[in-house]
């Protein structure tokens, strides 16, 4: 069990087609992330299998991108507001260390404005990542159940579709997704399995 905090960002290629006409740009939310997450591991020799999931708030968004942009333009805010993974873990131990690959399935919640009248919705998809996990003993003050990590994660949510409706000027499609950067903090209830390596 533990935390983390990290941050992301993306460039996301969109699109909105109205009277026949196409306009394609790339939203590139990016921001900070924050969570906690709970997993288990089996280890047999050098490697070692595990299930994880987590949950996480965002800062993830794009507020910069407009069309025409005043009082009669067109502006276009994104945002990642939270979203969360359930993966599997495969490690190999090298020394005092683990290195692991990740992927599974992922999901979050998607907000998108325009002009100030916003879009909510929650979407899944998959992610895969890779990481590397260390004893965290930090001049001793912690003990020998406290693991570092720090990883990489791709968050694919799908494509997103709004509109026609009211305050969309036509049809807009984003695909949603976003590189995760993050460090945290495990604890293991029984022997850490980074502490057998």
Do not use: M
Request: net charge neutral.
């Amino acid at each position: 069990l533990g935390g983390n905090f990290g941050s992301g960002a993306a460039r996301d290629r969109s699109s909105i087609a109205a009277g026949g006409a196409l306009a394609t740009f790339n939203l590139a939310a990016d921001g900070y992330n924050g969570g906690v997450q709970a997993g288990y591991n089996w280890q047999t020799g050098s490697t070692v299998f595990g299930i994880e999931t987590d949950i996480q708030g965002a800062s993830l968004e794009d507020n910069k991108t407009c069309f025409d942009c005043g009082a009669a333009g067109l502006a276009v805010n994104s945002k990642l507001p939270w979203f969360g993974t359930v993966r599997g873990r495969l490690g190999y131990s090298v020394g005092p260390s683990l290195f692991y690959a990740t992927g599974g399935f992922a999901y979050g919640g998607v907000k998108t404005a325009f002009n100030g009248v916003g879009f909510s919705e929650t979407r899944t998809g998959w992610t895969v990542g890779a990481g590397i996990e260390t004893p965290f003993t930090l001049l001793g003050l912690f003990g020998p159940n406290w693991t570092s990590k720090t990883e990489y994660l791709y968050v694919d949510l799908g494509r997103s579709t709004i509109g026609p409706a009211a305050g969309v000027p036509g049809t807009f499609t984003t695909n949603v997704q976003q590189h995760i950067f993050r460090t945290g903090l495990n604890y293991h209830f029984n022997a850490p399995v980074v502490a057998k390596y």
